[in-house]
């Protein structure tokens, strides 16, 4: 029977890791998986600038792209 063995944290030697996760030797070793999807131009509602330069004036429409970084990206379809 093993008895249990208490370590200290402190007592550890910290080691500078890199992983190349380009690789996929690196990907695989922290299991890393590359995700992706095509941006697009979005037309979207939005508010004129008033004399403040606040956007209170009148409605207008402007660009943005879709989807935004770091948004997750579904891989099922909706309703799943």
């Known amino acids: 029977m093993l008895a ?14 890199t992983v190349d996760l380009t690789s996929e030797t690196g990907a695989a ?3 890393a998986t590359w995700k992706y999807g095509d941006a697009r131009i979005v037309e979207i509602p939005f508010r004129a600038a008033d004399a403040a330069g606040q ?26």
């Open 55 to 80: 956007p209170t004036g009148a409605p207008v429409t402007t660009y943005d792209i879709a989807p935004q970084a770091g948004a997750r990206i579904s891989t099922t379809p909706r309703g799943r």
């Open 4 to 17: 249990p063995v208490s370590v200290s944290v402190a007592s550890l030697p910290v080691v500078p890791v």
């Open 29 to 31: 070793l922290v299991r």
